[in-house]
């Protein structure tokens, strides 16, 4: 038998899944690992939780290999907008800095409200904010000098992942189209960028194809891992674009949307596209597929604060969401908006904060546990009415990620987007992509379409015209409010910036 084996760097834990060449899932782990995050904004991550993560997820499902068996490739999806420091012998001179950390918004806003933020965001197709790289290293020079005068490396966390393993400096081309540094057109690290962030492509990795493979482990990492020293490793993408192949969302039109920890509603286009409003993001698969979308900080997260703060963490999520079912569509006039981090698409503000609006005398925890999970919702929704602004129409979107197996949050969004949802049955898109890339990188398929026969069907989720209703008239006061919280975002969260320190 032949396998392959999908692996997914996630914000919270590392899966692997192990692949027949035809999609079949035999087995799958996942290693979990922290988010340190403390009132400054920082979210970090230790390099080798996650490298020891990584190890052991791969050492799981490749201990179902038989010996006259073969495993014909690992390939790698990674979450997005990370960096790590490195001295000039490769000491890491900071943990992993994820996509969540916010340090970088006073130098973002700065960037935002100048000429040459605006020029760099249409050359590079990654939107200001203190997720991206760019941001990162602005505030890395301005606030940590002690770490950014040592630098002379950096890279991102599946960058890191290949150095440990193959001792190789590179990024692929997916991952460096997130990074706010380099040009989507000309293919090159933008010199206005890096200007700006005093670095050097001298201390940039090599950009490479998703394609590109590895090969020739340690005998000692080949061991940790249970697998053979010729195993090829191929590059893969970042986890976003990749989530749109993993549902089969790559012809015009489809859309592709995702709630994990986060989310993202995107559509793939054959060539470049930004958003003179700067709302979207354009980020690569393959030098011949572009996704366009835009991303959200308030997915799964902020349900899970809403399980273990409102409902003290008495409750599993199945249970809170049984309670949000005993509420009607549009929780009785209660609304949320869930800025509980920040936000980036549609409001693209660091300095965000969540919300409650509407409470009165007979709401209950039912009512607040529903609003949560439609406020989610309305938030990918004012998402995608931009997308439609720079991409046009959505002809259909394919479901993904940790929400669909809640019948009621999928329901919730086909009655708000006033679309059919078809959610496949395929449970791991980001792997299974990362896969097929590998298929194609081996010659296995002359074409990304080929994912079409490993999906599965498809469940389809139908708007109910009475919530529909409901939801029509919900909608424009949702955005309406964000735009009239929106003034006194930077206010608030001054004020627990300062409350905080002074404790």
Same mark, same amino acid.
């Given at each position: 038998?032949?396998?392959?084996?999908?692996?997914?760097?996630?914000?919270?834990?590392? /899966?692997?899944?192990?692949?027949?060449?035809?999609?079949?899932?035999?087995?799958?782990?996942?290693?979990?690992?922290?988010?340190?995050?403390?009132?400054?904004?920082?979210?970090?991550?230790?390099?080798?939780?996650?490298?020891?993560?990584?190890?052991?997820?791969? @050492?799981? $499902?490749?201990? #179902?290999?038989? *010996?006259?068996? =073969?495993?014909?490739?690992?390939?790698?999806?990674?979450?997005? !907008?990370?960096?790590?420091?490195?001295?000039? +012998?490769?000491?890491?001179?900071? @943990?992993?800095?994820?996509?969540?950390?916010?340090?970088?918004?006073?130098?973002?806003?700065?960037?935002?409200?100048?000429? $040459?933020?605006?020029?760099?965001?249409? @050359?590079?197709?990654?939107?200001?904010?203190?997720?991206?790289?760019?941001?990162?290293?602005?505030?890395?020079?301005?606030?940590?000098?002690?770490?950014?005068?040592?630098?002379?490396?950096?890279?991102?966390?599946?960058?890191?992942?290949?150095?440990?393993?193959?001792?190789?400096? /590179?990024?692929?081309? %997916?991952?460096?189209?997130?990074?706010? #540094?380099?040009?989507?057109?000309?293919?090159?690290?933008?010199?206005?960028?890096?200007?700006?962030?005093?670095?050097?492509?001298?201390?940039?990795?090599?950009?490479?194809?998703?394609?590109? #493979?590895?090969?020739?482990?340690?005998?000692?990492?080949?061991?940790?891992?249970?697998?053979? @020293?010729?195993?090829?490793?191929?590059?893969?993408?970042?986890?976003?674009?990749?989530?749109?192949?993993?549902?089969?969302?790559?012809?015009?039109? $489809?859309?592709?949307?995702?709630?994990?920890?986060?989310?993202?509603?995107?559509?793939?286009?054959? /060539?470049?596209?930004?958003?003179?409003?700067?709302?979207?993001?354009?980020?690569?698969?393959?030098?011949?597929?572009?996704?366009?979308?835009?991303?959200? +900080?308030?997915?799964?997260?902020?349900?899970?604060?809403?399980?273990?703060?409102?409902?003290?963490?008495?409750?599993?999520? =199945?249970?809170?969401?049984?309670?949000?079912?005993?509420?009607?569509?549009?929780?009785?006039?209660?609304?949320?908006?869930?800025?509980?981090?920040?936000? &980036?698409?549609?409001?693209?503000?660091?300095?965000?904060?969540?919300?409650?609006?509407?409470?009165?005398?007979?709401?209950?925890?039912?009512?607040?546990? &529903?609003?949560?999970?439609?406020?989610?919702?309305?938030?990918?929704?004012? $998402?995608?009415?931009?997308?439609?602004?720079?991409?046009?129409?959505?002809?259909?979107?394919?479901?993904?990620?940790?929400?669909?197996?809640?019948?009621?949050?999928?329901?919730?969004?086909?009655?708000?987007?006033?679309?059919?949802?078809?959610?496949? =049955?395929?449970?791991?898109?980001?792997?299974?992509?990362?896969?097929?890339?590998?298929?194609?990188?081996?010659?296995? #398929?002359?074409?990304?379409?080929?994912?079409?026969?490993?999906?599965?069907?498809?469940?389809?989720?139908?708007? +109910?015209?009475?919530?529909?209703?409901?939801?029509?008239?919900?909608?424009?006061?949702?955005?309406?409010? %964000? !735009?009239?919280?929106?003034?006194?975002? *930077? +206010?608030?969260?001054?004020?627990?910036?300062?409350? /905080?320190?002074?404790?």
């Amino acid at each position: 038998m032949d396998y392959l084996i999908g692996v997914d760097l996630g914000t919270t834990a590392t /899966k692997a899944v192990l692949f027949e060449k035809n999609g079949k899932i035999i087995a799958s782990s996942s290693q979990a690992y922290p988010l340190y995050r403390d009132a400054s904004g920082m979210a970090e991550e230790a390099l080798e939780d996650i490298f020891e993560a990584v190890l052991s997820a791969i @050492r799981e $499902v490749a201990i #179902i290999i038989e *010996e006259n068996d =073969e495993l014909l490739a690992i390939s790698f999806s990674t979450q997005m !907008h990370s960096l790590i420091a490195f001295d000039e +012998n490769w000491q890491p001179l900071t @943990r992993l800095i994820t996509w969540a950390d916010t340090r970088a918004v006073k130098y973002t806003e700065q960037l935002k409200a100048s000429k $040459v933020g605006s020029e760099i965001y249409r @050359r590079t197709g990654t939107p200001l904010h203190p997720m991206a790289p760019l941001s990162k290293l602005i505030w890395l020079k301005n606030d940590r000098p002690d770490i950014y005068e040592k630098a002379a490396h950096y890279l991102e966390l599946k960058g890191y992942i290949f150095y440990r393993l193959f001792a190789v400096n /590179k990024i692929d081309l %997916s991952t460096a189209t997130g990074t706010g #540094i380099f040009n989507i057109f000309d293919l090159q690290w933008d010199k206005a960028a890096l200007e700006i962030t005093g670095v050097t492509p001298e201390q940039l990795p090599q950009v490479v194809e998703p394609y590109e #493979i590895e090969q020739n482990l340690s005998e000692d990492f080949a061991k940790q891992m249970g697998i053979q @020293r010729k195993t090829k490793f191929v590059w893969g993408a970042a986890d976003g674009p990749l989530s749109n192949l993993g549902v089969n969302a790559i012809a015009p039109g $489809v859309a592709a949307i995702t709630i994990g920890t986060s989310g993202a509603i995107r559509v793939v286009t054959d /060539k470049p596209k930004t958003d003179e409003k700067g709302r979207t993001f354009t980020y690569a698969l393959d030098r011949e597929h572009w996704v366009v979308g835009g991303p959200v +900080n308030s997915g799964g997260d902020v349900f899970r604060w809403v399980r273990d703060q409102i409902f003290e963490g008495e409750m599993s999520f =199945e249970e809170v969401t049984a309670l949000a079912t005993k509420v009607s569509a549009g929780a009785d006039g209660l609304l949320f908006h869930p800025y509980l981090g920040g936000e &980036r698409a549609p409001i693209w503000d660091a300095n965000a904060r969540g919300s409650f609006f509407g409470l009165n005398y007979g709401h209950n925890r039912n009512h607040m546990a &529903r609003s949560v999970l439609e406020g989610i919702v309305f938030n990918l929704y004012t $998402v995608a009415l931009s997308l439609v602004e720079v991409v046009g129409d959505l002809n259909m979107i394919q479901a993904t990620g940790g929400f669909t197996s809640s019948k009621l949050w999928t329901q919730i969004m086909a009655d708000i987007f006033e679309q059919p949802i078809n959610v496949s =049955e395929s449970r791991e898109a980001g792997c299974l992509a990362a896969v097929v890339m590998a298929e194609k990188a081996l010659g296995m #398929i002359d074409d990304l379409g080929e994912i079409s026969t490993m999906i599965g069907n498809n469940q389809t989720y139908l708007p +109910n015209p009475e919530n529909v209703a409901r939801y029509r008239e919900l909608s424009p006061i949702f955005i309406r409010l %964000s !735009h009239t919280l929106g003034l006194e975002y *930077e +206010n608030i969260s001054d004020f627990q910036r300062r409350f /905080k320190a002074n404790k």
